[in-house]
């Protein structure tokens, strides 16, 4: 699986029974547009596909990696649980297994973003 837009896709189809959403804009309390892929807000579980990994995309980049650990780092600070994949583990299905995995820990909440 190579394109974020058919990574998107599979993870969108693999959560659909939960009601993903996808660019969703987490931290505009704070002034800042940071956006998840796929998030589920009312148990505060996001996913962030990182295209290019192999290739030399923009999360290999030191600015990037830098940007991403930002973004990442508020996230939790918030109260987020951020799941990070590429094209492999989303086609092998990581992104369902570990959310499966969180569900049980996490209750549901009115989003407060």
Known sequence: MSRK???LQTVMLDLADLHPVTEYLF???IGRKWRFDVALPERRIA???DGGTWMGGRHT???GHQSDAEKRNQAAVMGW???TYNGAMIARGDVRRDVDNLLPTI???EVRD
């Open 5 to 7: 837009g058919d990574m």
């Open 27 to 29: 931290a505009k309390d």
């Open 47 to 49: 996913i962030e596909i």
């Open 61 to 63: 980049t030191g600015r």
């Open 81 to 83: 649980r951020v799941l």
């Open 107 to 109: 209750e549901i909440e």
